[in-house]
């Protein structure tokens, strides 16, 4: 099994940053990719950024690019999200998952799900 931790969500005001942290523990893989996805109330679980461990490729939601960076401590088994000129629609849940192989952006694909971490922007 693998678990997946969650920290560094929060109130912020429009314009403001946060970083995103999400650490994994138990059973290693030799190829996996990291991602994180967010639901606000009333909708779907949305793709925000995934980063594959070994090659190194990223994708990003059209609406967080060149706001949002994903990056990664291998050694510290980590992925980071950090978010930069939130906006009040950034509002949601934020959930870090992990699948083995490729980068994906479909959420039923991963396999493991952090329990979610709060991301508020007030305007």
């Known amino acids: 099994q693998v678990q997946l931790e969650e920290s560094g969500g929060g109130l912020v005001q429009a314009g403001g940053s946060l970083r995103l942290s999400c650490t994994a523990s138990g059973r290693t893989f030799s190829s996996y990719t990291m991602g994180w996805f967010r639901q606000a109330p009333g909708k779907e679980r949305e793709f925000v950024a ?5 090659i190194g490729t990223t994708s990003y939601a059209d609406s ?60």
């Open 50 to 54: 995934a980063r594959n461990r070994n």
């Open 64 to 123: 967080v690019k060149g706001r949002f960076t994903i990056s990664r401590d291998n050694a510290k088994n980590t992925v980071y999200l950090q978010m930069n000129g939130l906006k009040p629609e950034d509002t949601a849940t934020y959930y870090c998952a992990l699948k083995t192989g490729v980068l994906v952006i479909r959420a039923a694909a991963y396999d493991y799900w952090g329990q979610g971490i709060q991301v508020t922007v007030s305007s």
